[in-house]
Nanobody, 123 residues
Framework: EVQFAESGGGLVEVGGSLRLSCAAS????????LGWFRQAPGKEREGVSC????????YYTDSVEGRFTISRDRAKNTVSLQMNSLKPEDTAIYYC????????????????WGQGTQVTVSS
């Protein structure tokens, strides 16, 4: 059974920080990237960040570059997203997901993701 145990969302003021964490298990592929996408009400899903399988390549969408940092513990198969200098436009449900590939220019997701964790940035 594929599982993504997500944690760390919440309510924070503008300029604040949150750290999202995700423990992945049961993903039926030998080498895959992990990352986060988000979806805000009325908006399309947006890939936020990912980190590659064996090479550790990372991707950040332009709007979070320099503010968010992704990290992966391959031994524990966990991925974390440190989010600093949060803005109201970062408000969304954040989903941990597995990816087919992750490059500095983009990401392609498998149809495998968690339940999501709400991030709300208040102004």
């Amino acid at each position: 059974e594929v599982q993504f145990a997500e944690s760390g969302g919440g309510l924070v003021e503008v300029g604040g920080s949150l750290r999202l964490s995700c423990a992945a298990s049961g993903v039926p592929y030998d080498d895959y990237a992990l990352g986060w996408f988000r979806q805000a009400p009325g908006k399309e899903r947006e890939g936020v960040s990912c980190t590659g399988g064996s090479d550790g390549t990372t991707y950040y969408t332009d709007s979070v570059e320099g503010r968010f940092t992704i990290s992966r513990d391959r031994a524990k198969n966990t991925v974390s997203l440190q989010m600093n200098s949060l803005k109201p436009e970062d408000t969304a449900i954040y989903y941990c997901a597995a990816a087919v590939w992750c490059t500095p220019h983009g990401v392609s997701w498998y149809d495998l993701w968690g339940q999501g964790t709400q991030v709300t940035v208040s102004s």
